[in-house]
């Protein structure tokens, strides 16, 4: 489900957005590219330092947005890509893929888990 440009661009040096909805507005927080991780089964897994509101938004309403890009890739029209993609989330505070995570970031309280629907190439 995850296209391979996007996984190019996961490798690359950018900033992705995850955006939830809170209770009267959205919420955005910040993520680098190569934080991401892809699970075996294809989720998308970022560790998570902070991210408290972005937890209690998640608890209320699962869907998400997130965006990534970088100016390293080709796009559709030149140089540069960026996707959107829309997904659930939940927070993970224990096991495997916690415990993965926190081998590669010591300071991740949890790993922000977000199953992908779509992912849409916009540049």
Do not use: C
């Not at 507005?25 to 089964?41: A, F, G, M």
């Not at 699962?62 to 996707?83: D, E, M, Q, R």
């Not at 659930?88 to 096991?95: D, L």
Request: glycine share 10%; net charge positive; hydrophobic share 40%.
């Amino acid at each position: 489900m995850i296209p391979e440009k996007l996984l190019e661009v996961l490798k690359k040096d950018g900033v992705g957005s995850i955006v939830t909805m809170g209770a009267d507005e959205p919420h955005v927080v910040n993520t680098w590219n190569s934080y991401v991780r892809i699970s075996d089964d294809g989720r998308m897994l970022i560790p998570a330092g902070y991210m408290n509101r972005t937890e209690e938004n998640l608890k209320r309403n699962k869907n998400v947005l997130l965006t990534f890009g970088s100016s390293k890739v080709a796009g559709k029209n030149g140089p540069g890509t960026g996707f959107l993609i829309k997904g659930t989330a939940e927070f993970i505070t224990s096991g495997p893929d916690l415990e993965a995570m926190q081998k590669r970031f010591a300071w991740a309280r949890a790993t922000l888990a977000v199953t992908v629907l779509s992912a849409t190439q916009t540049l």
